[in-house]
């Protein structure tokens, strides 16, 4: 009788060596790729490649990892978009600079078109989860306010008119970013994409100084 060749099993024998930054970024990698609820335990094991009790050990339940993963995601962007954002540049420079960096993490380091951490993970459990729910609105929140910030400077120095409508213009601004992770996590092109930000930082400075002159100068 042949008998079946047994799987070795991660949840067995001595816990394995690791490296806990590299094991976040490979269960954020899962997190990424499935969603919250399409992750399991063994998605996880599998990913870091630790058995299931070195993986309580380290960073607790499922919902604690994902929660941790959250917060580092978030420090991370917020580091990246204030970088950007309040930078002393040129208001269409600026905001050309934003869109870009925030579509290139939009990639894994392999190129793979994931989208945004939080889009592709939390929408969909903010439903349900309070605290996943009050994270998601506090980084949407903080995404528009500093976007605000940024063209009220631009008001304030008259590189936009006095009477611009910065919250409108940040809350547009903020919603093309939405709107890219949604499309790359859909595929689209990227040079479609790159195409749509030159656009939109477009609409968004067509009341800079110097856009009636650029415009007249188009025509003549």
Not at 109 to 132: H, K, N, Y
């Amino acid at each position: 009788m042949v008998q079946k060749r047994k799987t070795p099993s991660l949840g067995r024998g001595r816990p394995r060596q690791y490296d806990p930054q590299r094991a976040l970024t490979q269960a954020m990698d899962a997190f990424w790729r499935h969603g919250y609820a399409g992750t399991s335990l063994d998605d996880l094991s599998a990913a870091t490649r630790m058995n299931r009790p070195s993986l309580y050990n380290a960073f607790g339940d499922k919902h604690r990892l994902y929660l941790a993963l959250l917060d580092r995601y978030i420090g991370v962007t917020t580091v990246a978009i204030r970088e950007e954002l309040l930078a002393p540049r040129p208001l269409q420079q600026v905001l050309t600079r934003f869109f870009r960096r925030m579509l290139k993490m939009y990639y894994s380091p392999r190129g793979e078109a994931r989208g945004c951490f939080l889009i592709a993970t939390a929408v969909t459990e903010s439903m349900e989860d309070q605290r996943v729910r009050a994270k998601l609105a506090a980084v949407l929140h903080g995404v528009t306010s500093v976007l605000e910030e940024r063209f009220r400077s631009a008001a304030a120095s008259g590189e936009l008119p006095r009477n611009a409508d910065t919250a409108a213009l940040a809350a547009t601004a903020s919603a093309v970013l939405h709107s890219l992770a949604i499309q790359v996590r859909a595929r689209v092109p990227r040079a479609s994409l790159l195409a749509s930000i030159d656009s939109a930082v477009r609409l968004l400075c067509a009341g800079a100084r110097g856009s009636t002159k650029r415009r007249r100068n188009a025509k003549s």
